[in-house]
């Protein structure tokens, strides 16, 4: 035992040199009563590894959040049937053989799951992570996001090749009004706005995350909301973004987290109701969950459909079933299939715009749409993705959904060592499932 211990640290120290962080002193998060300084998680340090580990299973602590109440009977997932999986030798990309279970650990993770059909095959938590604990999707929530929006879609209550301007006017004169809703869902909008999680002083981390609430900026808590044109994401989108003069619209892939923002107003615009109680009456409420989730709200409490889910481990799993069944789940009809299938219909478009990108050229993905990751439209191989690590994977050709929940030292996914380790190898896993059904 203290040799696999041994052995787990020291990937630890290599996955964290590879991933391009600072190896780090792992003082553990909030120790004492009160915590020590040094261990105190804030809202300054809630995203910097190590203090994530505890903040990311803790979010609500952090940040203001909305609940999303569970609602009847649980939806049993028997198992784990297979706890040996954990210990299949796997090799990373670097060619080092380890377990499975020792690979996800080494690099990050807080906790793995792997489902096939309706069984629970294997699960394990790492990091005093139960299952009982829930944890920050991030973007994955945007994934989730697109899922609910399926159904304003196929009741023929929006139209995907209209404005977003259309049903929420204060978006004229936006970079948002010249471009499509469907634009809006593959990231590909050629707003002037970019994604950035490093540089400090960019328009990202300065406006759009404090707005968000998900960032710190010094006073930027005690901002009111009759002293700030910008006070909430949605007076963000309407007052900052502005169209890219040198881009059209569909012409690129950009992912940009501000567009999953013009997704959750449009869901509340339309539907009438909060996002969260959009959320909980048509999604939550039908999956047999076993946990209340809970949301992350913006500086005006509103729900953050960009990355502010927050479940639990297995929760999440039946979310990633109910998709890999197309839209069915316990007998019934959740989300209607043929909008779950819209995702796999990827066009030579799509593919193009992915793989002009630079900053995914080294990556697995063939596509984003919808708002999903798509490894293999054929197989219906695709994910939802968070930063520092989240990840829920679904294989139709496997019958597999693996969830993964993850504290990584860096937030991108892109060139992430650590990122594309996990990746590769529950890609692996599915490839055995399938050519053995039930390993």
Same mark, same amino acid.
């Given at each position: ?17 590879? #991933?391009?962080?600072?190896? *780090? ?7 004492g009563v009160p915590p020590s300084r040094e261990s105190q998680v804030t809202m300054a340090n809630y995203r910097d590894y190590p203090m994530s580990r505890w903040a990311f299973r803790n979010a609500g602590a952090v940040l203001h959040t909305v609940m999303v109440p569970r609602q009847g009977d649980i939806h049993r997932l028997p198992g784990p049937l297979r706890p040996e999986l954990g210990?299949?030798?796997? %090799?990373?990309?670097q060619g080092q053989q380890l377990s499975f279970d020792a690979l996800f650990e080494a690099n990050y993770a807080d906790a793995v799951l792997v489902m096939q059909g309706s069984r629970l095959l294997h699960e394990a938590y790492f990091h005093e992570f139960n299952e009982h604990s829930q944890h920050i999707w991030f973007s994955m929530t945007k994934s989730l996001a697109s899922t609910l929006?399926?159904?304003? *879609? ?32 593959? /990231?590909?909008? !050629? ?8 540089? %400090? ?9 404090? !707005? ?20 909430? @994401?949605?007076?963000?989108?309407? /007052? ?19 567009? #999953?923002? @013009? ?27 076993? /946990?209340?989730?809970?949301? !992350? ?7 953050? !459909?960009? =990355? ?28 209607? +299939?043929?909008?779950?299938?819209? %995702? ?24 984003? /749409? ?8 054929? #197989? ?10 989240? @990840? ?25 060592? =650590?990122?594309? +380790? ?18």
């Amino acid at each position: 035992m203290k040799t696999r211990m041994l052995m787990i640290a020291m990937l630890a120290l290599w996955a964290s040199v590879s #991933a391009g962080a600072e190896p *780090v002193a792992d003082p553990r998060p909030m120790q004492g009563v009160p915590p020590s300084r040094e261990s105190q998680v804030t809202m300054a340090n809630y995203r910097d590894y190590p203090m994530s580990r505890w903040a990311f299973r803790n979010a609500g602590a952090v940040l203001h959040t909305v609940m999303v109440p569970r609602q009847g009977d649980i939806h049993r997932l028997p198992g784990p049937l297979r706890p040996e999986l954990g210990e299949r030798v796997v %090799t990373d990309p670097q060619g080092q053989q380890l377990s499975f279970d020792a690979l996800f650990e080494a690099n990050y993770a807080d906790a793995v799951l792997v489902m096939q059909g309706s069984r629970l095959l294997h699960e394990a938590y790492f990091h005093e992570f139960n299952e009982h604990s829930q944890h920050i999707w991030f973007s994955m929530t945007k994934s989730l996001a697109s899922t609910l929006f399926g159904l304003l *879609v196929t009741e023929g209550k929006v139209d995907l090749d209209a404005s977003p301007a259309k049903y929420i006017p204060e978006l004229k004169g936006s970079g948002f009004e010249r471009v499509t809703i469907q634009q809006v869902l593959d /990231h590909a909008t !050629a707003i002037d706005f970019h994604e950035n999680y490093t540089d %400090t002083g960019s328009d990202f981390f300065r406006f759009y995350a404090p !707005a968000l609430n998900l960032g710190w900026m010094p006073g930027a808590a005690d901002v009111q909301p009759d002293k700030a044109e910008i006070y909430g @994401v949605q007076d963000f989108l309407v /007052h900052f973004v502005k169209p890219d003069p040198a881009l059209l619209p569909g012409e690129a892939f950009d992912y940009n987290s501000s567009n #999953a923002d @013009v997704l959750g107003w449009l869901i509340a615009r339309i539907s009438g109701q909060t996002f969260q109680d959009f959320l909980q009456q048509n999604l939550w409420a039908k999956l047999g969950t076993e /946990h209340d989730a809970y949301l !992350a709200v913006d500086r005006a409490l509103v729900p953050v !459909a960009t =990355g502010g889910m927050n479940t639990t481990l297995r929760d999440a799993a039946r979310f990633g079933m109910m998709i890999r069944d197309r839209g069915e789940f316990g007998g019934q009809q959740v989300i209607p +299939a043929r909008w779950v299938d819209a %995702t796999l219909d990827v066009s030579d478009k799509l593919k193009a715009n992915m793989k002009a990108n630079p900053k995914y050229s080294e990556e697995s993905w063939s596509a984003y /749409h919808n708002m999903w990751w798509i490894l293999d439209a054929d #197989a219906g191989e695709y994910c939802a993705v968070g930063i520092h690590g989240q @990840v829920i994977y679904i294989n139709r050709r496997a019958d597999t959904v693996m969830v993964w929940f993850s504290s990584q030292p860096v937030a991108s996914a892109a060139r992430n060592p =650590g990122f594309r +380790a996990k990746l590769a190898a529950a890609r692996q896993l599915a490839v055995d499932l399938t050519r053995k059904p039930g390993l």
